[in-house]
């Protein structure tokens, strides 16, 4: 699973539609806990939103919007409630370590959006967020590229006979 800080503005359509599912998953999983994924790390910080709920589902509307200004069809009255008080924080090593993953996904897989944004040294955060000083979230799996201020996880490489040098 995952909930993007990032502005869904950069996804590819494959994040967005792979968000938007997620994105409902995680309002069933808080609507309803104990169904699947109730302990996915991801999901605090929307459990300790003031009102949870409200803040998944305001989540989804900034998911819900940028797909119908791609002329996507996402079914907006799945979004059981909205109205968060407040925005969530994200902190910026949180935000820029979304921002590697993301592109190097896009690289992979959506050259033409890739190129469009892979000059952009920060992005804009999801609208539900707001950007706060501080280091990668510890719920985060670090895989790649690890932010400064987060040790990077070793990773091991081997050489097979039939590897160009």
Do not use: N
């Amino acid at each position: 699973m995952r909930l993007w800080s990032v502005h869904p503005r950069y996804f590819d359509r494959q994040a967005l539609v792979a968000c938007w599912r997620e994105g409902l998953l995680a309002q069933s999983v808080i609507a309803e806990p104990g169904r699947g994924y109730s302990r996915h790390p991801q999901l605090r910080r929307f459990r300790e939103a003031a009102e949870p709920r409200a803040a998944i589902g305001d989540y989804l509307s900034a998911i819900v919007d940028e797909a119908d200004a791609r002329g996507y069809r996402f079914v907006r009255e799945k979004i059981r409630t909205t109205g968060s008080p407040a925005q969530l924080t994200v902190g910026s090593g949180q935000l820029a370590y979304e921002w590697e993953h993301l592109r190097d996904k896009l690289r992979l897989r959506s050259s033409d959006v890739w190129a469009r944004w892979q000059s952009l040294a920060v992005p804009e955060p999801h609208p539900s967020f707001v950007v706060v000083d501080g280091p990668v979230a510890d719920w985060e799996k670090v895989t790649a590229r690890a932010s400064a201020e987060r040790a990077p996880v070793q990773r091991h490489t081997y050489e097979s006979e039939d590897t160009p040098r």
